[in-house]
């Protein structure tokens, strides 16, 4: 037997050292545990200080033995090297074990042990926990708003329908791969629109709708017989034009007297509101501000001056101003800024204010990838003879747009972390609803669990996102 | 300049375009304010304003002008920026270099952190803090005092008052020592350039820093108390705190949500900027024979600040145009003063909002100016 030094762990004493070393951390651990889950503390005979430091200098002198340098044992070097590199270090990482440790019990209880699930009055909530009966009481209000409850089944069914609608392109045959973008940018924001305006508002418009639906199907069976050269171009155009015709000029005088015999109840844009507005809003706006984005950013790098200084005052423009004075102006200076008889749905100023204020930021992203492009790229299709556009379109954008993704991802995230803002216009989404419903005299005082809630929502959609763009970013990774 | 006239098509529909809309705003607006007999001016500025304002730095009443008002919003927008500047890259700071920590336990505690806080809105965290977490603090009569002079009540907080005498000379002397630093940085690289001499530049600093304004205490007859506050009952159950400086809980609220948020985006853009530096860099400089401390403060932090500053400026604009968001929890901000209040009461939309976005965007362009410069400056200059 070696002589031991205490002071220096060294390897010829390795389990004298290992074993008095996980003593006292395991000690240490098991100090903390006690006291924070059974209100127990085993060094409680020493002065106050000393016992409240306690854990931390047992566990400090136990990581102090066990730090010993290739030790042979697999696991113990991989702790070393991971959490007890230094003194330092093992401080640190003491801390954040004991910090976990004591927080568990107050939030486990919080959420789960002392919370009340059960009923639908505020009786029940008489614990120390959350009172989860409180959202369940209130659900329909945070996730439709003032929408009236017999009318909901409108927004659920527009959602998965749009949700059906959407993942097309996961299901689509190489035969219809190529027509897959040109679905996702005209067809569907179009059918969308109609969803969303005509059936969740409903009313009289609500037959506007099936003038879409016959738009929409009667332009893609004539699209067959376009030649592909001009596809692109009729698809732009025609349905658009197709829906205008159909409506106001075939069966106008019809539509207001079906729409008030049995058409659906017209629900004001005031009402709705809650987690459905939320999606409507962030819906809405991204798909506006990426092509309205991608005009600017490709108007910014123009060789044309007028156009270029026009694109850099409107981008800088709107990203030097918070969004909120921007709301601010779209509700009190915008209207006085169009003809007197001329009125624009709250929703739709804020939808429009948005999405202006999010394209410049979307500009800025592109602008980035179209200058991370080689100079070869812009060469090389000019030499083939593309003019502007053809370049643009087949050559640059693709590539500039890959390179983009994590970029508009982060916008896009950004767009709706803002949403929120909107009850600077009165629109209540769930964050609106959650003030509103804090302040109703029954209710009063369940703020917390109310922004709980809402938090994890919200969390759960913005990881859920910024996963699933660095998943595209991987899918989409090319050598270049 | 080769002219083309193939040019000028494009160019001239968009510039008629954009005269079109704002021709047709400015029509409108003007026949809207002809029926609604308002006129266009920004003479109200100097009008009596008659409304209070709860939180000010500066001297405030209703008998004051409105541009006074709007002063006041200005000053508790840019008080509440700086304060949260600093404490967002404090935090921001840390947190990047957790995440870089070869420490398993910190690195995903600092990985969680980001992850927690930046994807939560951050109007919903200035609502958690403000109206759920603040709302629990004790009453000022039960609040226990944290080291004897402050006091976290639902009030807001309560800190003990500086008391200065003869402030001017304190001031003098921390400013001649931060001109002297300057002045022995500035010989101190020069002697290293032509002789190779170094001097500790950084230890004199600190010296310089902490004795001037000493000297100024002992000699120059400044002296400091403080005034702790003093509990004060107004009625049978309203307690207040008397004397000191009380933070109100709006601002606290701000200030704690709004760096824990932009502290999120300091922490990755710190990150991205250290791992920037090629781990060459390190090796050759301590290869050349630096100490560690030459290799951090010669080669990697040149480099990596190089990375670090201009997307952490970006993120301070963020913080300063996202603090309009006080407006929401009735924090007198620019916003809610002038945008809010002001426009009520003078129902001047147009001057009232444009004088806003100005403010706002004159802020965000003239960093913008500044950090263009910036960037051009540290830019590596390629061979």
Redesign the interface.
Known sequence: MTKINFLKPDKNNLNTFLYLGSFLFFISIFDVFLNSFFKLNIVGFLPNFLSFLMPLILGFIGLYFVRIEYSGIKQLDLINKNINTNNFNAVLSLLIIFVVIKSTPPVLSWFFIDASFAGDSKDVCSGSGACWTYIKVWMRRFMYGMYPNAEQWRINLSFIALALLGSVGFFATDRFKKYLTLYYVVIYPLIAFLFIFFFISGGPVFFDFSYGIIAAILSIILGFFIPSKFRFYYFLIVPIVLYIALKYFLFFEETIELGKLDGLNWVETGAWGGLSLTFIISFFCLIFCFPIGMAFALGRRSEFPLIRYISIGFIEFWRGVPLITVLFMSAVMFPMFLPADFFIDKLVRCIIAISLFEAAYVAEVIRGGLQALPRGQYEAAKSLGMGYWKMHIFVILPQALKLVIPGIANTFLALVKDTPLIFVVGLLEIVGMLNLAKTNPEWLGFAMEGYVFAAIIFWIICYAMSKYSYNLEQKYKTDR | MNFKLK?LG??LI??IA?VLIFG???Y??Q???E?RGIDFGYGFLSQESSFDVQFSLIEYDGSHSYFRAYLVGLLNTILVSVIGIIIATIIGVIVGVARL??????NK?AAYYV??F????????I??WY???L??LPLPQDAEAIFGVFFLTIKGLYVPAFIWENFNIFFYSIVAAVIAIIVIRFQAKKLQETQGKQIPVFLIAIGLILILPLLSFLIGGVSLSFEIPKLKQLAATSFVYDGGLSLPPELIALTLSLSLYTATFIAECVRAGIQGVGKGQKEAAASIGLTPNQVLKLVIMPQALRIIIPPTTNQYLNLT??S??A??IAYPDL?LVF?GTA?MQTGK??EI??I??FT??S???SI?ILMNWYNKKIAIQEK
């Not at chain 2, 920590?101 to 910190?106: A, Q």
């Not at chain 2, 930046?118 to 965290?125: S, T």
């Open positions: 040019d494009p160019q968009t510039v954009v047709f705003f400015t409108n607006a026949i809207n304010m029926n920590s070869p420490n398993y336990l910190i505690f992850e927690f930046r994807n939560i809105p951050l109007l919903l965290q609502f958690f109206f759920a977490a709302r629990a145009k996202n309009s968001l407006a929401a916003v945008a426009l939309a147009i909002v444009s806003t976005m706002y965007l802020l965000s362009i913008s």
